[in-house]
């Protein structure tokens, strides 16, 4: 009695049909999880690469007119950045800005100066970068306008290059700063704000190379605008399907083996 006993005891119990149906409903659950996320990647790539390809067919297209003030309200990041533009007006050398920047000649400033339209309206030119040494505080203190900026008479230029979004906020870990003149993302709207300028249009243009005028105060470096778009999307499919093949496989497995204990 004692051995049949022990030998009842020592054989695998049948897993329970409510178990394998939870288990069946939470794993089906998972699959259509991970396929819903796998082919919302793919989606995803199918704009990514739009995108790129929008892009880099606005970069080498011939230039347009920047949008006027008229036209500043439709004026969006997917339908407007990295647009090639033209613009003509004056610098005003006075009321330039320099914003921290990481380029590949290193560490420095962008150097937006504010250039007045024949309209009277004011559009940020990005003119280019310089390196970080020298007293930059005192090379561009933060000064405010006073009366009408665009009146003043100043050498025409025009302006080659490709429309940006205004970037408000500042940077990374970083806050513009304003009242201390420390700028860390090209927010026109918040510098225009600070150098007392108005109407500014909601976008800057980063001037093409070799564009800076002769007679500007200091000579930047333009043309160093980088176009990058990150791209993992094809991973991101191929890691969600995976994940779900896998959730498939060990349905089957756990199906199987419980088969075998119902069957003992």
């Keep these: 009695m004692q051995a049949g006993d022990d030998q009842a005891v020592s054989q695998p119990q049948p897993r329970s ?64 950045e990295y647009r090639r533009v033209q613009l003509s007006g004056h610098y005003l050398y006075a009321y330039t ?21 024949a309209q009277g309206h004011i559009v940020f030119v990005n ?30 230029v025009t302006v080659t290059g490709l429309l940006r979004i205004n970037e408000p906020g500042g940077g990374f870990l ?18 225009g704000a600070a ?22 105060p200091e000579r930047a470096v333009g043309g160093l605008t980088v176009i990058s778009f990150q791209n993992n999307h094809l991973v991101y499919a191929f890691t969600w399907y995976a994940l779900a093949l896998m959730v498939l496989g060990a349905w089957w497995w756990v199906g199987r083996h419980g088969a075998r204990h119902t069957d003992d």
């Excluded at 089906?28 to 704009?47: E, I, K, N, P, S």
């Excluded at 003030?69 to 407007?80: C, E, I, L, N, P």
């Excluded at 003119?127 to 025409?156: D, L």
């Excluded at 500014?200 to 800076?212: E, L, M, S, T």
Aim: net charge positive; aromatic share 8%.
């Design 17 to 80: 049909a409510l178990a394998r149906r939870v288990l069946a409903v939470l794993a089906l659950l998972l699959v259509v999880l991970f396929a819903g996320l796998g082919t919302w990647q793919v989606l995803r790539l199918q704009w990514k690469l739009d995108l790129i390809a929008r892009v880099d067919a606005r970069v080498h297209a011939a230039p347009v007119a920047a949008p006027g003030a008229a036209q500043w309200a439709t004026v969006s990041k997917d339908s407007h």
């Design 97 to 117: 800005t320099p914003v921290q920047a990481l380029s590949e000649l290193g560490a420095g400033f962008w150097l937006l100066t504010p250039l007045c339209t």
């Design 127 to 156: 003119r280019g970068f310089i390196p970080a040494a020298g007293n930059r505080a005192g090379r561009y203190p933060a000064r405010r306008a006073q009366g009408a900026p665009c009146t003043a008479p100043g050498e025409t």
């Design 174 to 191: 970083r806050e513009n700063d304003p009242a201390g003149n420390r700028w860390y993302s090209r927010d026109v709207a918040a510098i």
């Design 195 to 216: 150098r007392g300028l108005t109407p500014v249009a909601p976008y800057f243009i980063d001037a093409g190379k070799g564009q800076d005028p002769t007679g500007a």
